[in-house]
């Protein structure tokens, strides 16, 4: 089970406003570009040594209006003729800078090290690519958790809301990212395992 099995349900809530954005002319490659520079800019701000951490508590918000812009240009693209090839590499791209730069800025909060949150965008990364893979078997696009983006997004929203309003964090959550880490590694043995089932199947 995955936080993204309930897109479909969060799509339908989106759609009046999807369709507002279509009458007024913006593309699905806009709500992809625009979504991808606001992450990076916020993680760009999060990442300054003079930032408070109550800014960390920006994290969960944008999460959620990142889930939200990148469900409507999916349904852009689909419903509205905005499918572009462009658009696919677009939204695959913006998604992994977008990841990177929002997770970042943990790197500098007690007790996480930069060097499993590095390990966590690259495992990220990784699963990202692993599930774009199963296309090329004939399969289709992996999207399967146990963490996924969406998964991974909920866990990064909560850690933003947690240091915006802790004084610090506990020694134990040393151990949170390790614990992301082999989360992803799941889910990519996981998504390795399906597409080639699913391909098997269609062949």
């Given at each position: 089970?995955?936080i993204?099995?309930?897109?479909?349900?969060?799509q339908n809530?989106l759609r009046?406003?999807?369709?507002?954005?279509h009458r007024?002319?913006?593309?699905?490659?806009?709500v992809t570009?625009?979504?991808?520079?606001?992450?990076v800019?916020?993680?760009?701000?999060l990442?300054?040594s003079?930032?408070?951490?109550i800014?960390?508590?920006?994290?969960?918000?944008?999460?959620?209006a990142?889930?939200?812009l990148n469900?409507a240009?999916g349904?852009?693209?689909r419903e509205f003729?905005?499918k572009s090839?462009?658009?696919?590499?677009?939204?695959?791209?913006g998604?992994?800078?977008a990841?990177a730069?929002?997770?970042l800025?943990?790197?500098?909060?007690a007790?996480?090290?930069p060097?499993?949150?590095?390990?966590?965008?690259?495992?990220?990364?990784?699963?990202?690519f692993?599930?774009?893979?199963?296309?090329?078997?004939?399969?289709s696009?992996?999207?399967?958790g146990p963490m996924?983006k969406?998964?991974?997004?909920?866990?990064?929203?909560a850690l933003?809301?947690?240091?915006?309003?802790?004084?610090?964090?506990?020694d134990?959550?040393?151990?949170l990212?390790?614990?992301l880490?082999?989360a992803?590694?799941?889910t990519i043995?996981?998504?390795v395992?399906?597409g080639?089932?699913?391909?098997?199947?269609r062949?």
């Open positions: 089970m995955s993204y099995d309930l897109k479909p349900r969060f809530l009046p406003t999807v369709t507002a954005l007024y002319g913006v593309t699905a490659n806009q570009i625009a979504a991808c520079i606001c992450s800019a916020l993680g760009a701000a990442l300054q003079a930032a408070p951490r800014w960390f508590a920006a994290i969960p918000m944008w999460m959620f990142r889930m939200a469900a240009d349904m852009l693209a003729g905005h090839s462009l658009g696919a590499y677009l939204n695959e791209l998604d992994v800078i990841d730069a929002l997770y800025p943990f790197a500098h909060i007790p996480f090290t060097g499993w949150v590095g390990a966590v965008i690259f495992l990220a990364a990784l699963s990202e692993t599930g774009l893979l199963g296309a090329t078997l004939g399969a696009r992996r999207y399967d996924g969406s998964d991974r997004a909920f866990v990064f929203g933003g809301l947690w240091v915006a309003i802790a004084p610090s964090l506990p134990a959550t040393v151990w990212m390790p614990t880490a082999l992803i590694v799941a043995v996981k998504r395992r399906g080639l089932a699913e391909s098997a199947r062949n």
